[in-house]
């Protein structure tokens, strides 16, 4: 007996892998999640893992944006947010959901479009994972060519950038250059857990117009 996928049930904070998927399952199943859904996906050469956030993980994804979209707009970068959109390359057999994206110096390729496929759409310049727990998720932002990763843990923020095709880890953002990224987030991620969001939000605004003016 088969089972339908609305008759699987994957509560938050955990994940479920289903191996031997094909790309038109992968597709099928996408369709029948929809987009307005909590689940995100990550899709490597027929493994597909299904995972749904804990709810601090999404209030962390939403702080980490924001801060992003902060520091792009007070220094006057164009940049396009795509924030959870599916990335998919079929000819890679791979397919990926960030917590959040940006498109920065490609972002004129994506004006307008709802849908990105990484066959003739550039991949994102900025991809934000959030406490990621399984390996295919980093190995899929490899594979798939994007240049700078950040992943948000509980230890706090870590910057990975490709290097000839694999992630190395560093201490600075070259969409950021001169600003100390790693410090700024983890201390006003920090100070969201002390005083709230919106007085951590008004203190990183008031520290970027005072160090970056």
Not at 117 to 130: F, G, H, K, R, S
Not at 166 to 171: L, M, S, T
Request: hydrophobic residues 40%; aromatic residues 8%.
């Amino acid at each position: 007996m088969l089972l339908e996928l609305q008759q699987i049930i994957v509560k938050p904070g955990q994940q479920m892998l289903l191996k031997d998927i094909t790309w038109q399952q992968l597709e099928n199943i996408l369709e029948e999640l929809g987009e307005k859904r909590a689940a995100r996906i990550s899709y490597s050469n027929g493994w597909l893992e299904i995972m749904v956030p804990l709810p601090e993980h999404e209030k962390d994804k939403e702080i980490v944006g924001e801060f992003v979209r902060i520091l792009l707009d007070e220094l006057q970068i164009d940049f396009e947010p795509l924030g959870s959109t599916t990335f998919k390359n079929e000819r890679m057999t791979q397919a990926i959901e960030a917590d959040a994206c940006f498109y920065i110096q490609n972002y004129a390729s994506v004006i307008g479009k709802n849908r990105i496929d990484l066959t003739v759409d550039p991949p994102p310049d900025l991809a934000i994972e959030i406490d990621i727990t399984s390996r295919t998720q980093f190995n899929n932002y490899e594979i798939l060519g994007v240049p700078e990763l950040w992943r948000y843990t509980q230890q706090g923020l870590q910057i990975h950038l490709l290097q000839q095709g694999k992630y190395v880890e560093a201490n600075f953002s070259p969409n950021f250059p001169g600003i100390p990224i790693v410090e700024l987030v983890n201390e006003y991620v920090k100070q969201c857990l002390s005083v709230g969001r919106s007085q951590a939000i008004r203190g990183f605004k008031s520290w970027v117009k005072n160090n970056l003016s």
